[in-house]
Nanobody, 129 residues
Framework: EVQLVESGGGSVQPGGSLTLSCAAS????????IQWVREAPARGLEWVAN????????AYEDFVKGRFTVSRDNAKHTAYLQMNDVIPDDTAVYYC??????????????????????WGQGTQVTVSS
C-alpha cells in the first residue's frame, strides 16, 4: 500500500524556519518524483516544489524560490521541504504528492486535483506573530 506521511508542521513567527518531512512506504521511492503542494482556504491548491527521483532536477514556484529548499534521502525513503524566512502567506496545509507513474511528474493543472497521484494527509503550517 502506498503511503505518504507528512510531519514537521506547526506554528512559526514570520522570518522563522520549519522543515517538513514526507515519509514514504509501499513503493520504489527512488523511481518517483515527489511534489509539494499547499492548500490555503483563500487560494486553493498551489504547487510549491518538485524533486525528481535522483534529486538532481529541482524546481520551485516563484513565491518560494530562494526561501524553500526541497531535498530527498532515497535510502530513508523520505523527502524534505526546508522552509526559511517564512511569511504569513505561507500559512497552509502542505502535502507531498507521488505521481501515479514512475519517472514522470504531474503537471501544474494535475496538481490542482487531489484525484491525481497519491497524497499524504498534509501537515499544517501557520505563520503569525
Amino acid at each position: 500500500e502506498v503511503q505518504l506521511v507528512e510531519s514537521g508542521g506547526g506554528s512559526v513567527q514570520p522570518g522563522g524556519s520549519l522543515t517538513l518531512s514526507c515519509a514514504a512506504s509501499g513503493f520504489a521511492f527512488d523511481q518517483y518524483w515527489i511534489q509539494w503542494v499547499r492548500e490555503a482556504p483563500a487560494r486553493g491548491l498551489e504547487w510549491v516544489a518538485n524533486i525528481n527521483p535522483n534529486g538532481l532536477a529541482i524546481a520551485y514556484e516563484d513565491f518560494v524560490k530562494g526561501r524553500f529548499t526541497v531535498s530527498r534521502d532515497n535510502a530513508k525513503h523520505t523527502a524534505y521541504l526546508q522552509m526559511n524566512d517564512v511569511i504569513p502567506d505561507d500559512t497552509a496545509v502542505y502535502y507531498c504528492v507521488r505521481p501515479m507513474k514512475p519517472w514522470l511528474g504531474l503537471s501544474g493543472p494535475e496538481l490542482r486535483d487531489k484525484a491525481n497521484g497519491f497524497w499524504g494527509q498534509g501537515t499544517q503550517v501557520t505563520v503569525s506573530s
